[in-house]
């Protein structure tokens, strides 16, 4: 899909323009063209930024065939930039996926590149259809609002996160089962990811902030200064939260080894406790007294209730003992 919101030199909205305006557009400075291509095929791309916009090859081909972290590239006359958004997925096994957005940012125009849907985009271009003020100011403006609503769209991510650890938390003091330690590691791996993706896009911003871009007035980059400073804050709750993780791990490590000792325990307590029993039906059970002596005595009636108080009394009175002594 390719989709276009121009603002003429007149101030008029235009949302149904067609290929061959384009070029009309590029070179009308008091204009603003907006191009959104989505999961368009790449022939049909590669025609309009190689043959309309006139952007370098290879330009074109990082952002058609090559996936990248994001990042900012100055060609004089336009720049190259790459960010990401992110969706959490509940329930699967990768929490978190990306969604990588190839931007072309020039003097009087911001042409988009993506695969799929980005929530914060369609509302930045929402809104430009429904308050055409927005379309009246630069290019470099322009961006800035993709950019604060894409990064506008990680802080319920990072705040799911949150909870699934705060979640996970809970379970470690009641019965943790293996599919927790699933869940910490599938977390683990979301929060390096967002580490991998927040760090460089915050660098992106910083330059977009302070560098001397021709495509940015000096009186707007204040903005990108701000969504910079979102950022940080997003990179330190994300950098706690892996902390937070790293802690449950040890915490579950420790649990279940809490759970072994005590378990094993308990089966040095049964193995102590029927120790004397087994002695004392041992030693009774040998064959070899009759022939040896006539020691009828052992087969009394008498003699069987004493070894029986016996195998009954040593190990409650040893049961006590280890009671005494803390060891249970």
Same mark, same amino acid.
């Not at 049909?44 to 370098?56: E, N, P, S, T």
């Not at 931007?103 to 911001?110: D, K, V």
């Not at 903005?223 to 937070?244: C, K, N, P, S, T």
């Not at 993780?245 to 005590?262: C, D, F, I, K, Q």
């Given at each position: 899909?390719?989709?276009?919101?121009?603002?003429?030199?007149?101030?008029?909205?235009?949302?149904?323009?067609?290929?061959?305006?384009?070029? %009309?557009? =590029?070179?009308?400075?008091?204009?603003?063209?907006?191009? *959104?291509? #989505?999961?368009?095929?790449?022939?049909?791309?590669?025609?309009?930024?190689?043959?309309?916009?006139?952007?370098?090859? @290879?330009?074109?081909?990082?952002? @058609?065939?090559?996936?990248?972290?994001?990042? +900012?590239? *100055?060609?004089?006359?336009?720049?190259?930039?790459?960010?990401?958004?992110?969706?959490?997925?509940?329930?699967?096994?990768?929490?978190?996926?990306?969604?990588?957005?190839?931007?072309?940012?020039?003097?009087?125009?911001? #042409?988009?590149? !993506?695969?799929?849907?980005?929530?914060?985009?369609?509302?930045?271009?929402?809104?430009?259809?429904?308050?055409?003020?927005?379309?009246?100011?630069?290019?470099?403006?322009?961006?800035? !609002?993709?950019?604060?609503? =894409?990064?506008?769209?990680?802080?319920?991510?990072? %705040?799911?996160? %949150?909870?699934?650890?705060?979640?996970?938390?809970?379970?470690?003091?009641?019965?943790?089962?293996?599919?927790?330690?699933? !869940?910490?590691?599938?977390?683990?791996?979301?929060?390096?990811?967002?580490?991998? =993706? =927040?760090?460089?896009?915050?660098?992106?911003?910083?330059?977009?902030?302070?560098?001397?871009?021709?495509?940015?007035?000096?009186?707007?980059?204040?903005?990108?200064?701000?969504?910079?400073?979102?950022?940080? !804050?997003?990179? %330190?709750?994300?950098?706690?939260?892996?902390?937070? #993780?790293?802690?449950? @791990?040890? /915490?579950?490590?420790?649990?279940?080894?809490?759970?072994?000792?005590?378990?094993?325990?308990?089966?040095?307590?049964? /193995? /102590?406790?029927?120790?004397?029993?087994?002695?004392?039906?041992?030693?009774?059970?040998?064959?070899?007294?009759?022939? +040896?002596?006539?020691? /009828?005595?052992?087969?009394?009636?008498?003699?069987?209730? $004493?070894?029986?108080?016996?195998? $009954?009394?040593?190990?409650?009175?040893?049961?006590?003992?280890?009671?005494?002594?803390?060891?249970?």
């Amino acid at each position: 899909m390719i989709r276009v919101l121009y603002r003429s030199y007149e101030g008029i909205l235009h949302t149904d323009f067609k290929e061959f305006q384009l070029a %009309d557009a =590029i070179l009308e400075r008091e204009g603003l063209l907006w191009l *959104d291509m #989505v999961n368009e095929p790449k022939d049909a791309c590669i025609h309009i930024l190689r043959d309309v916009f006139g952007f370098h090859p @290879l330009a074109i081909d990082d952002a @058609l065939e090559e996936s990248h972290v994001p990042k +900012v590239d *100055d060609w004089g006359e336009y720049l190259y930039l790459v960010l990401h958004g992110i969706v959490f997925n509940s329930g699967e096994e990768e929490l978190l996926s990306t969604n990588e957005l190839d931007i072309f940012l020039g003097a009087n125009y911001l #042409v988009t590149y !993506r695969l799929d849907d980005m929530p914060g985009l369609e509302r930045v271009w929402e809104t430009c259809q429904r308050d055409e003020r927005l379309m009246q100011r630069s290019a470099g403006n322009l961006l800035y !609002r993709v950019a604060d609503e =894409i990064v506008t769209n990680y802080m319920p991510v990072v %705040d799911e996160i %949150d909870e699934q650890v705060d979640q996970i938390e809970d379970i470690l003091f009641d019965r943790p089962q293996p599919q927790v330690l699933e !869940r910490i590691f599938s977390l683990k791996r979301a929060l390096l990811h967002l580490r991998r =993706i =927040i760090s460089p896009q915050r660098e992106v911003l910083n330059k977009l902030g302070r560098g001397d871009f021709s495509g940015i007035p000096e009186d707007e980059r204040v903005f990108f200064r701000d969504v910079y400073d979102h950022l940080v !804050r997003l990179y %330190d709750i994300a950098e706690g939260l892996r902390d937070l #993780v790293g802690g449950a @791990l040890e /915490t579950y490590l420790s649990v279940v080894s809490n759970r072994m000792n005590e378990v094993m325990k308990i089966l040095a307590v049964i /193995t /102590t406790l029927f120790m004397p029993i087994s002695f004392l039906s041992g030693f009774f059970g040998m064959n070899f007294f009759q022939p +040896v002596a006539a020691l /009828t005595g052992w087969t009394e009636r008498l003699t069987f209730f $004493v070894v029986l108080a016996g195998m $009954v009394a040593i190990p409650f009175g040893m049961f006590l003992w280890m009671r005494r002594r803390e060891w249970m």
